[in-house]
C-alpha cells in the first residue's frame, strides 16, 4: 500500500487531532488505518465544513460542530503547558478552551486574575503561558489548600454524596497534589503569581487586588465556591469574567444550586455550558 502522491504529513494531523494527540506517525496512521476508515488526508473543495474532521468527543462532551481549535498552533502551545503542569492529560480540551476564551476576553479589561481552586495548575498554567503573563502588569491569585478539600466546609447533601472520600482517594492517587512545592516550581517562571495556600474562605482577606478582571471557580465543594463569588463581586471590573469549573458538570448538583440561590440574590444570570462549566459576566 502507497501514499497518495500529495499526502501531507502536517495537514493529516491538522485534520485529525486525535492522530496528533495518540503520538502515532501520521504516515503510518494513514497507512494502517485512515485509509480504511476513509479519512481525509487533505482539505477538500467544500468549504461548508470545518477544517477538523469527524465528531468531538471528550470530557463528557460529544459534538459534530466545529472545533477546530484542536489543531490551532496557540490552543496546542496553552494546553501543553497545562499538561506540563498536571503531569497528565485530563483530556480537558474543550473546557480549557473556553478558559482561554475567557481569560482572552477578561483581559480587555483592567484588573487581576483570580483562581480560587488551583491543584496542580492546569488551566492557570494555560492561561499564563497564552497571555504571555510576563508581559502583562498583573497579578494572578492562585488559591488552594493544596492538600484536598477541607471536610468543615462540605454541606450535609456533599457530606453524604462522600466528598470527603473521594478527596482522600484523590489525594492518594495524585489527582490532588499534597506538594505546594512542586506548584512553587511549576509557577516559578511567572513572578506575578501569587500563592495563597489554606482554606477559602479564610484566606480569601490575603487578595489584595481592589480590580478583578477574570474570576475562575473550581473547588468541588459549594460553601467555598459561593463564599468565594459573594466575598470579590464588588472587586470584580464591569464586563470581567467569571467562569465555574463545575457548575454544570455531572455529579456536582450542591454546587449549582447554590450559585443558582447565590445569582437570583444577587438578579444575575449564569449560562450552563455543555462542558460543564457556568458562564457569568459582571454587568
Known amino acids: 500500500?502507497?501514499?497518495?502522491?500529495?499526502?501531507?504529513?502536517?495537514?493529516?494531523?491538522?485534520?485529525?487531532?486525535?492522530?496528533?494527540?495518540?503520538?502515532?506517525?501520521?504516515?503510518?496512521?494513514?497507512?494502517?488505518?485512515?485509509?480504511?476508515?476513509?479519512?481525509a488526508y487533505k482539505r477538500g473543495n467544500d468549504t461548508l465544513y470545518a477544517k477538523v474532521e469527524g465528531v468531538f468527543t471528550a470530557d463528557g462532551l460529544s459534538s459534530i460542530h466545529n472545533h477546530d481549535f484542536m489543531s490551532d498552533p496557540r490552543f496546542i502551545a496553552a494546553y501543553e503547558r497545562g499538561v506540563q503542569a498536571a503531569g497528565t492529560d485530563y483530556n480537558w480540551f474543550w473546557r480549557v478552551y473556553m478558559?482561554?476564551?475567557?481569560?482572552?476576553?477578561?483581559?480587555?479589561?483592567?484588573?487581576?486574575?483570580?483562581?480560587?481552586?488551583?491543584?496542580?495548575?492546569?488551566?492557570?498554567?494555560?492561561?499564563?503561558?497564552?497571555?504571555?503573563?510576563?508581559?502583562?502588569s498583573r497579578t494572578f491569585y492562585l488559591l488552594d489548600t493544596f492538600a484536598g478539600v477541607d471536610d468543615r466546609y462540605l454541606s450535609d447533601l456533599e457530606k453524604m454524596g462522600g466528598v470527603a472520600d473521594k478527596s482522600r482517594k484523590w489525594i492518594e492517587d495524585g489527582t490532588y497534589t499534597s506538594s505546594i512545592e512542586s506548584v512553587i516550581n511549576n509557577f516559578a517562571e511567572w513572578p506575578n503569581a501569587k500563592i495563597i495556600q489554606g482554606t477559602i474562605p479564610e484566606t480569601l482577606t490575603q487578595i489584595d487586588s481592589t480590580q478583578i478582571a477574570f474570576l475562575h471557580i473550581?473547588?468541588?465543594?459549594?460553601?467555598?465556591?459561593?463564599?468565594?463569588?459573594?466575598?470579590?463581586?464588588?472587586?470584580?471590573?464591569?464586563?470581567a469574567i467569571i467562569l465555574l469549573d463545575d457548575y454544570a458538570y455531572h455529579g456536582y448538583q450542591p454546587q449549582k444550586e447554590g450559585m443558582d440561590q447565590w445569582a437570583e440574590k444577587m438578579n444575575v444570570s449564569i449560562a450552563s455550558l455543555p462542558t460543564g462549566q457556568g458562564l457569568l459576566i459582571k454587568p
Open 99 to 136: 478558559g482561554l476564551w475567557a481569560a482572552r476576553t477578561a483581559a480587555k479589561h483592567g484588573g487581576d486574575f483570580v483562581e480560587c481552586g488551583v491543584n496542580h495548575g492546569f488551566l492557570s498554567s494555560a492561561i499564563m503561558h497564552d497571555l504571555d503573563w510576563n508581559s502583562t
Open 218 to 239: 473550581d473547588l468541588n465543594c459549594t460553601i467555598p465556591e459561593v463564599a468565594a463569588i459573594e466575598y470579590l463581586w464588588d472587586r470584580l471590573v464591569p464586563g
Open 1 to 39: 500500500m502507497t501514499l497518495p502522491a500529495d499526502f501531507s504529513p502536517d495537514e493529516y494531523l491538522r485534520l485529525h487531532p486525535d492522530v496528533r494527540l495518540s503520538g502515532i506517525d501520521p504516515t503510518q496512521h494513514y497507512l494502517a488505518w485512515g485509509r480504511d476508515e476513509g479519512r
